[in-house]
């Protein structure tokens, strides 16, 4: 059983920053697609970005792109999403989340494993 645990989230303005963290505890980390997703009010869970296994390809929701980044750390069973200019509409709770699959997908029932969550507020 894979276990995720974020962090990071909190309430920022508009215009900053945040890092958020994704810690696994499943040894096999390193080969596995990994995912983030985000979740507003009243809303369905929305792709956001993913990575492959090796960290050498990635994909972005057209909303986030060129302002977010993901990142993974194999050694550190550890994948990261640095967040840059937030807007308001990027409030939401985060998730990371597993593929066991090979590739990347966007759908959130593609992925097999979920953390609980951590929450981002950017305030206008």
């Known amino acids: 059983q894979v276990q995720l645990i974020e962090s990071g989230g909190g309430l920022v303005q508009t215009g900053d920053s945040l890092r958020l963290s994704c810690a696994a505890s499943?040894?096999?980390?390193?080969?596995?697609?990994m995912g983030w997703f985000g979740q507003a009010p009243g809303k369905e869970r929305e792709f956001v970005a993913a990575?492959?296994?090796?960290?050498?390809?990635?994909e972005y929701a057209d909303a986030v792109k060129g302002r977010f980044t993901i990142s993974r750390d194999n050694a550190k069973n550890t994948v990261y999403l640095q967040m840059n200019s937030l807007k308001p509409e990027d409030t939401a709770v985060y998730y990371c989340?597993?593929?066991?699959?090979?590739?990347?997908?966007?759908?959130?029932?593609?992925?097999?494993?979920w953390g609980q969550g951590t929450q981002v507020t950017v305030s206008s």
């Open positions: 989340a597993v593929r066991i699959v090979a590739g990347i997908r966007r759908g959130a029932y593609e992925y097999a494993y």
């Open positions: 499943e040894g096999i980390f390193s080969s596995y697609t």
């Open positions: 990575i492959v296994p090796s960290g050498g390809y990635t």
